[in-house]
């Protein structure tokens, strides 16, 4: 086997990498620099997400509707616009 010397390596190795890890990605500046832009192109903004969710059937039932006649609309507002 190894020995002591080994061992001490070995424990401060396991130590140090999450403690290093911690200390690098957890800076607020790195996270600001990396992590902030990546997520702006992989989520989309807040507008645009829909903040009010219905929690009942009926307000899922309306929201149902509201979602088929904007489809219809689109669909209708293509098909005129393709049959000029």
């Known amino acids: 086997m190894g020995g002591p010397n080994l061992e001490v390596f070995k424990f401060t190795l396991?130590?140090?990498v999450p403690i290093a890890a911690l200390v690098h990605f957890g800076d607020p500046e790195w996270y600001r620099t990396h992590v902030v832009p990546y997520r702006d192109k992989l989520f989309p903004s807040e507008e645009r997400t829909n903040q009010r969710i219905p929690t009942d059937q009926?307000?899922?039932r309306e929201e149902l509707a509201r979602i088929r006649a904007e489809r219809q609309a689109r669909k209708a507002a293509r098909d005129a616009e393709g049959g000029n």
Do not use: A, D, K, Q
């Open 14 to 16: 396991y130590l140090f």
């Open 58 to 60: 009926n307000g899922v």
